[in-house]
């Protein structure tokens, strides 16, 4: 919060854009769940030793969670590149 009045084409702006990403949440739900799916896929698939953390269903569409056995931390994150972990 700042002081002072609000800006109105500021405040309208969240409104509409609020009311855009409602509008498009649950599509944008299903396309992030499927890209998370086949992310995993493609990694289980070619990597032994991996293991989902977390339940297998009940999770947020675009958050993929995963363990490498005998694969620390700080030597994963290096090997990742340009990866966001």
Same mark, same amino acid.
């Given at each position: 919060?700042?002081?002072?009045?609000?800006?109105?084409?500021?405040?309208?702006?969240?409104?509409?854009?609020?009311?855009?990403?409602?509008?498009?949440?649950?599509?944008? *739900?299903?396309?992030?769940?499927?890209?998370?799916?086949?992310? =995993?896929?493609?990694?289980?698939?070619? &990597?032994? !030793?991996?293991? $989902? *953390?977390?339940?297998?269903?009940?999770?947020?569409?675009?958050? =993929?969670?995963?363990?490498?056995?005998? &694969?620390? !931390?700080?030597? $994963?994150?290096?090997?990742?590149?340009?990866?966001?972990?």
């Amino acid at each position: 919060m700042r002081s002072g009045t609000l800006s109105t084409p500021i405040c309208v702006g969240f409104g509409e854009a609020c009311s855009i990403a409602g509008a498009e949440m649950d599509g944008e *739900n299903e396309r992030l769940a499927a890209l998370r799916d086949r992310l =995993l896929d493609g990694i289980t698939s070619r &990597v032994e !030793g991996v293991s $989902l *953390n977390g339940d297998p269903t009940r999770r947020i569409p675009g958050n =993929l969670n995963l363990s490498f056995t005998g &694969v620390g !931390g700080e030597q $994963l994150v290096a090997a990742l590149g340009d990866l966001a972990v």
